[in-house]
């Protein structure tokens, strides 16, 4: 009986990790190389939260708020030393007119919301 315990311990434990890890900011999923796109800013989640672009080529993208919570009120790209206010219920348009190759994360100011930008 134990063992059975045991192992719904050990199945439930693999869940959580795969949930986890899943769940990241794009999870899995490649993403397309894009230079425009638009960025749903909603429930807690930017979607898509993953960007693919390409050096030497300007990237613009459009924030969609739709949160009305503080929270939203912001995006920041780390390490690229942009930031932008996001007004609810309207279409804010970043542009990142040559970005470096790397990976960026970009969030809200207090990282609830998580996107990563990758420019290779
Ligand atoms: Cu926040």
Redo the contacts with the bound molecule.
């Keep these: 009986m134990s063992i059975l315990i045991n192992l719904a311990g050990l199945i439930l434990i693999a869940l959580i990790i795969w949930w986890f890890w899943m769940s990241r900011p794009g999870g899995r999923k490649p993403a397309a190389i894009t230079s425009e796109t638009t960025i749903i800013v909603d429930d807690g989640v930017y979607d898509p939260a993953l960007i693919h672009a390409r050096t030497g080529q300007p990237l613009t993208l459009h924030f969609e708020r739709r949160d009305p919570s503080p ?2 009120e912001q995006v920041i790209f780390h390490g690229l030393d942009v930031s932008e206010f996001l007004d609810n219920g309207k279409v804010t348009t970043v542009t990142l007119k040559n970005p470096p190759k790397g990976e960026y994360r970009f969030t ?3 990282q ?2 998580q996107g990563r930008l990758i420019v290779d």
Excluded: D, K, L, P
């Design positions: 929270c939203a809200c100011q207090m609830m919301y």
